[in-house]
């Protein structure tokens, strides 16, 4: 099953920021030396789009990954030790239609 993973972020104090992120980074990475995840996207510099308006992106969407697991249970078990829990951050998880 196939299942992306939409981190939205907390507020990180500013003496945990480097450690935080090679937190983040080391978790991602342990997901993907598991086989877990096979896409991985992080960035800034967005734009917000609708019908009427582009303006700067201004959520806190900070990245996606595609995962692979057999339930939905075990992709929340995954995301138990999320580093970015602590600060708030959360995770959605939404399960692809079909495969």
Same mark, same amino acid.
């Given at each position: 099953?196939?299942?992306?993973?939409?981190?939205?972020? *907390?507020?990180?104090?500013?003496?945990? !920021?480097?450690?935080?992120?090679?937190?983040?980074?080391?978790? !991602?990475?342990?997901?993907?030396?598991?086989?877990?995840?096979?896409?991985?996207?992080? *960035?800034? $510099?967005?734009?917000?789009?609708?019908?009427?308006?582009?303006?700067?992106?201004?959520?806190?969407?900070?990245?996606?990954?595609?995962?692979?697991?057999?339930?939905?249970?075990?992709?929340?078990? !995954?995301?138990?030790?999320?580093?970015? !829990?602590?600060?708030? $951050?959360?995770?959605?998880?939404?399960?692809?239609?079909?495969?």
């Amino acid at each position: 099953m196939k299942f992306l993973l939409v981190y939205r972020g *907390g507020v990180v104090p500013e003496d945990h !920021l480097d450690r935080n992120i090679n937190e983040l980074w080391g978790w !991602l990475d342990n997901l993907k030396e598991k086989g877990y995840e096979k896409v991985r996207f992080a *960035g800034s $510099g967005r734009k917000s789009i609708s019908k009427d308006l582009i303006a700067d992106y201004s959520g806190d969407i900070f990245g996606v990954s595609i995962i692979e697991a057999g339930s939905l249970e075990e992709v929340v078990s !995954l995301t138990s030790d999320w580093p970015e !829990l602590q600060y708030g $951050g959360r995770i959605e998880i939404v399960e692809a239609i079909g495969d």
